[in-house]
């Protein structure tokens, strides 16, 4: 699986949007981009994956570069509650037998 | 509800002692994890099953042991040959092996003394 980058962390303020910056440039044409985050203390909880086009759900947005290379997490209002250690994992769908891979993360802190 | 419970939240232990952390999970799915993180690190594998009966070692499998009797649990054994178990275990599932959407328990803080 391709290795991803990403800052150590980050700050936004509350209600603001939150962008999480995420480089992949060795990802492979097959290979989905995985968002989790960890809130302090708990375990991880998958927020949203993607492959080329550009994903929504109730919890974030997914933007994918046209080149695949890059990736941006979006949080839309902020809040209190998003701050946690969120985690870009490159992945082959249907690798078979190769568990994800979690890095260290960005550390995202909303502030007040 | 439909989740991952593990147990105990938090165990402390004398150092050479045995410990099983206990993982259900009653989403019918038919992979399961068990992770290690060290406080600022990410999340370490220390290994997987597929399915019952089956069992595969992850990145640091050295010093643990589990088992997979039944669909719905996972245990995972720290022995006394694992030299630094103080951590946070994390056991996870999914659907199956070829998903990347898993599904975490709470953790369990290990604190050998």
């Known amino acids: 699986d391709a290795k991803t980058t990403q800052p150590t962390s980050m700050d936004c303020a509350e209600g603001r949007a939150a962008n999480l910056p995420c480089n992949h440039s060795?990802?492979?044409?097959?290979?989905?981009v995985y968002w989790y985050r960890q809130i302090h203390s708990q375990g991880p909880q998958y927020i949203i994956h993607?492959?080329?086009n550009n994903e929504t759900n109730e919890m974030a947005s997914l933007i994918i570069t046209e080149d695949r290379k890059s990736s941006t997490l979006i949080l839309p209002h902020a809040t209190l509650r998003d701050t946690a250690v969120y985690y870009c994992?490159?992945?082959?769908?249907?690798?078979?037998?190769?568990?994800?891979?979690f890095g260290k993360g960005t550390r995202l802190s909303v502030i007040a | 509800d439909g989740g991952i419970t593990q147990s105990p939240k938090y165990l402390f232990r004398k150092e050479g002692q045995n410990v099983t952390l206990s993982c259900e999970q009653n989403?019918?799915?038919?992979?399961m994890y068990w992770y290690r993180q060290d406080p600022g690190q990410g999340l370490r594998l220390i290994y997987y099953?597929?399915?019952?009966?089956?069992?595969q070692k992850g990145d640091i499998a050295e010093g643990y042991s589990v088992s997979r009797e039944k669909k719905e649990s996972f245990p995972l054994t720290v022995t006394s040959a694992q030299k630094n178990p103080t951590a946070f275990y994390l056991c996870?599932?999914?659907?199956?092996?070829?998903?990347?959407?898993?599904?975490f328990g709470e953790g369990s803080r290990l604190t050998v003394l």
């Open positions: 996870a599932s999914s659907i199956d092996l070829s998903t990347g959407e898993l599904f």
């Open positions: 060795t990802i492979s044409g097959n290979e989905y």
């Open positions: 993607g492959l080329k």
């Open positions: 994992i490159v992945r082959l769908w249907n690798s078979g037998n190769t568990p994800l891979v």
């Open positions: 989403l019918n799915h038919d992979a």
């Open positions: 099953s597929q399915i019952v009966n089956d069992f």
